[in-house]
């Protein structure tokens, strides 16, 4: 991995190659103070401003690089990107000037996940200078909270199990100074019954616990932020086919972003008592997996009769949820890689939102959509739970009817929130299928920078 801090640097006139941004509007009055010779290369590029065009124009003994974007006056997070992905190594300037949101952009385009790669791509850096100092440490926060979710849910399941998030929420709380407190064996049988039954299955090395960071000065208001740590997904007994099963390291993709926001938080200092709670287990396949048809105890005190054990994520968030309204938060956050219902209705680039305020729903929204991280709110609609009624138990945990499998599954975790509690449910992919410039296949943060700045405007 290239170290992100040497990606974005203040301008202080040191030589760079020039970057010039223009769209198909004003890419002709551009053109027009062009050289022929430079005219001449730009259509031998065939480059005509569309958005995410590159073309390397020669400049005397040198040569700039230019770059078609959608607007020039109201530059996007990645307008950049595609620039930083196919320039040489190098140090560039931007011609006007380089600040906000294109900087995260900048680095986001250079990730490389090459634990694997016997010989990763020996590549330089491609430094981009900016006279707005003051951008610098937001834009690489971000970047590098970006690049540890997109690490954690690239790693296969071999590598990254509930011990390996405790160590991820171990080296956070070393560095900010937090609390870390870890629940597993005896005690999460019979504190957390639910994320015991889900990961009692999985081998010793991947036994279940319950991860908590706490940071913050204990008089500010309480945030809570939950992520679902479901570090391999077989299904269960409800066991999934293989191709279902494939892409299942990545179900711990709301710990993920859990982890990646409590960084952010705690790296600017927000003014809040942090509880970080990330419910890591296997849902694995033994003697003593978990079975349809079994009547789960909770830490709330209700019982759920488990009618699919690939519901799983839902069960275990259950419990944690439970945990973080004990201490009575001012919010409740939580990630999670919860439904095939949500990507079934908006895909996968937007993370489905559940909240019960529309205030801090539409604060979401906004943020999101001012910092590109969009997402969509979904219902949480009351005359569906009785879809959760159970003949022999409080509730059942996956409905059969498979009506509206994200609201449902949201109206599940809405049962272990307190009533009257501020609590917004992102249900994300945490995956890209297919790369985008700054945006490559793989892992990949799907609501965290929509959260991370509502959170800003309301603490910061």
Same mark, same amino acid.
């Given at each position: 991995?290239?170290?992100?801090?040497?990606? @974005?640097?203040?301008?202080?006139?040191?030589?760079?190659?020039?970057?010039?941004?223009?769209?198909?509007?004003?890419?002709?009055?551009?053109?027009?103070?062009?050289?022929?010779?430079?005219?001449?290369?730009?259509?031998?590029?065939?480059?005509?401003?569309?958005?995410?065009?590159? !073309?390397?124009?020669?400049?005397?003994?040198?040569?700039?690089?230019?770059?078609?974007?959608? #607007?020039?006056?109201?530059?996007?997070?990645?307008?950049?990107?595609?620039?930083?992905?196919?320039?040489?190594? =190098?140090?560039?300037?931007?011609?006007?000037?380089?600040?906000?949101?294109?900087?995260?952009?900048?680095?986001?385009?250079? %990730?490389?996940?090459?634990?694997?790669?016997?010989?990763?791509?020996?590549?330089?850096?491609?430094?981009?200078?900016? !006279?707005?100092? /003051?951008?610098?440490?937001?834009?690489?926060?971000?970047?590098?909270?970006?690049?540890?979710?997109?690490?954690?849910?690239?790693?296969?399941?071999? $590598?990254?199990?509930?011990?390996?998030?405790? /160590?991820?929420?171990?080296?956070?709380?070393?560095?900010?100074?937090?609390?870390?407190?870890?629940?597993?064996?005896?005690?999460?049988?019979?504190?957390?019954?639910? @994320?015991?039954?889900?990961?009692? /299955? !999985?081998?010793?090395?991947?036994?279940?616990?319950?991860?908590?960071?706490?940071?913050?000065?204990? =008089?500010?208001?309480?945030?809570?932020?939950?992520?679902?740590?479901?570090?391999?997904?077989?299904?269960?007994?409800?066991?999934?086919?293989?191709?279902?099963? &494939?892409?299942?390291?990545?179900?711990?993709?709301?710990?993920?972003?859990?982890?990646?926001?409590?960084?952010?938080?705690?790296?600017? *200092?927000?003014?809040?008592?942090?509880?970080?709670?990330?419910?890591?287990?296997?849902? /694995?396949?033994? =003697?003593?997996?978990?079975?349809?048809?079994? @009547?789960?105890?909770?830490?709330?005190?209700?019982?759920?009769?488990?009618?699919?054990?690939?519901?799983?994520?839902?069960?275990?968030?259950?419990?944690?949820?439970?945990? &973080? *309204?004990?201490?009575?938060?001012?919010?409740? @956050?939580?990630?999670?890689?919860?439904?095939?219902? &949500?990507?079934?209705?908006?895909?996968?680039?937007?993370?489905?939102?559940?909240?019960?305020? #529309?205030?801090?729903?539409?604060?979401?929204?906004?943020?999101?959509?001012?910092? $590109?991280?969009?997402?969509?709110?979904?219902?949480?609609?009351?005359?569906?739970?009785?879809?959760?009624?159970?003949?022999?138990?409080?509730?059942?945990?996956?409905?059969?009817?498979?009506?509206?499998?994200?609201?449902?599954?949201?109206?599940?975790?809405?049962?272990?929130?307190?009533?009257?509690?501020?609590?917004?449910?992102?249900?994300?992919?945490?995956?890209?299928?297919?790369?985008?410039?700054?945006?490559?296949?793989?892992?990949?943060?799907?609501?965290?920078?929509?959260?991370?700045?509502?959170?800003?405007?309301? %603490?910061?």
């Amino acid at each position: 991995m290239t170290d992100k801090q040497t990606l @974005i640097q203040p301008d202080r006139g040191q030589p760079a190659t020039a970057l010039h941004l223009v769209n198909t509007d004003t890419f002709g009055g551009w053109l027009k103070g062009r050289s022929a010779a430079q005219r001449a290369a730009l259509a031998a590029q065939k480059f005509k401003g569309g958005s995410y065009e590159t !073309a390397i124009v020669p400049d005397g003994e040198g040569w700039f690089a230019v770059g078609g974007v959608a #607007d020039t006056a109201s530059l996007s997070s990645w307008c950049l990107a595609r620039l930083a992905e196919v320039l040489p190594a =190098g140090t560039y300037r931007l011609d006007g000037a380089a600040t906000g949101k294109p900087l995260l952009g900048w680095v986001t385009a250079q %990730y490389r996940f090459d634990r694997y790669k016997d010989k990763p791509e020996a590549e330089g850096p491609r430094v981009l200078l900016t !006279a707005d100092v /003051a951008a610098i440490e937001p834009a690489l926060a971000e970047a590098a909270a970006t690049a540890l979710v997109r690490d954690l849910v690239n790693t296969p399941a071999a $590598d990254l199990g509930p011990a390996e998030l405790e /160590a991820e929420g171990a080296r956070l709380a070393k560095l900010h100074g937090a609390e870390l407190t870890v629940t597993s064996g005896d005690a999460l049988e019979r504190g957390y019954p639910m @994320i015991h039954a889900v990961g009692k /299955a !999985a081998a010793r090395s991947h036994a279940p616990r319950l991860i908590e960071l706490t940071w913050g000065d204990p =008089g500010h208001p309480r945030l809570a932020v939950v992520g679902k740590g479901v570090c391999f997904d077989s299904g269960g007994l409800n066991i999934k086919p293989g191709g279902s099963m &494939a892409l299942m390291k990545k179900d711990m993709g709301g710990a993920a972003h859990a982890l990646a926001l409590a960084g952010l938080i705690m790296g600017r *200092g927000l003014n809040v008592r942090l509880h970080v709670l990330v419910p890591a287990v296997e849902n /694995a396949i033994a =003697g003593n997996a978990f079975r349809p048809g079994d @009547i789960l105890k909770t830490r709330l005190g209700l019982t759920v009769e488990n009618t699919n054990t690939d519901a799983e994520g839902r069960l275990v968030l259950g419990d944690a949820l439970t945990r &973080a *309204g004990e201490e009575s938060p001012d919010l409740v @956050i939580d990630f999670a890689t919860l439904t095939g219902a &949500a990507r079934v209705a908006l895909g996968p680039d937007l993370p489905a939102l559940m909240a019960r305020q #529309d205030a801090t729903a539409d604060a979401l929204i906004a943020a999101g959509l001012a910092v $590109d991280d969009p997402v969509w709110r979904l219902p949480l609609p009351g005359a569906y739970r009785e879809w959760l009624k159970s003949d022999v138990a409080d509730m059942v945990n996956s409905p059969s009817n498979g009506f509206a499998g994200a609201s449902v599954a949201g109206l599940f975790l809405d049962r272990f929130v307190p009533e009257g509690t501020d609590w917004a449910h992102f249900d994300t992919f945490a995956w890209r299928p297919v790369a985008k410039p700054g945006r490559p296949k793989g892992g990949e943060a799907l609501g965290l920078r929509a959260a991370w700045h509502m959170l800003l405007q309301r %603490y910061g």
